[in-house]
């Protein structure tokens, strides 16, 4: 259900910046950014090796 969230908040007009989920560390640290916030182009999605998709810093 992880890789919705990114989905939901494109629909929106936001970008959810998520370094890890509840399943990659101790817990889901996020943070909703609008897509013309400067946040958002600091980040780029990657999909890790169990699929889920995350944020890092470009």
Same mark, same amino acid.
């Given at each position: 259900m992880c890789n919705c969230d990114h989905l939901a908040m494109q629909m929106l007009h936001a970008v959810l910046? +998520?370094?890890?989920?509840c399943v990659t560390?101790?817990?889901c640290d !996020?943070?909703?950014a609008?897509? +013309?916030n400067p946040i958002?182009?600091? !980040?780029?999605f990657? +999909?890790?090796?169990?699929g889920l998709l995350l944020s890092v810093r470009k």
């Open positions: 910046i +998520r370094e890890g989920t560390s101790e817990c !996020y943070c909703i609008g897509d +013309r958002a182009n600091e !980040y780029q990657v +999909r890790a090796e169990n």
